[in-house]
Nanobody, 124 residues
């Protein structure tokens, strides 16, 4: 089981990026899934997560700007990020969990599988 995140980069404030997370060894429709981020000197933060039954969580700081989606045929998880701000600068990680499929309390920080991060830098 592997997760590979990509799509990060440098963008100006107000710009957009779409992160992708390719899975091997499983499909997202049977897992709790999500995106987390960690900025320098800060704790890891759950950005957006979704459970098997369709529950979707967004952190208050990204509501209305970020959208979580998945393509099961491509085994890929996405995070569309619009109107990016300097405070969104962080390393972004995708994650999945096969046990807590119906987790509905935000993002579960103990997810089973984690991808390597992708850097997002937003300049002012």
């Amino acid at each position: 089981v592997q997760l590979q995140a990509s799509g990060g980069g440098l963008v100006q404030a107000g710009g957009s990026l779409r992160l992708s997370c390719a899975a091997s060894g499983f499909t997202f429709d049977d897992h709790t899934i999500g995106w987390f981020r960690q900025a320098p000197g800060k704790e890891r933060e759950g950005v957006s997560c979704s459970s098997v039954d369709g529950y979707t969580y967004y952190a208050d700081s990204v509501k209305g700007r970020f959208t979580l989606s998945s393509d099961n045929a491509k085994k890929t998880l996405y995070l569309q990020m619009n109107n990016l701000q300097p405070e969104d600068t962080a390393v972004y990680y995708c994650a999945a969990d096969s046990l807590l499929k119906y987790y509905t309390e935000g993002c579960y920080y103990g997810m089973e599988f984690w991808g390597k991060g992708t850097q997002v830098t937003v300049s002012s």
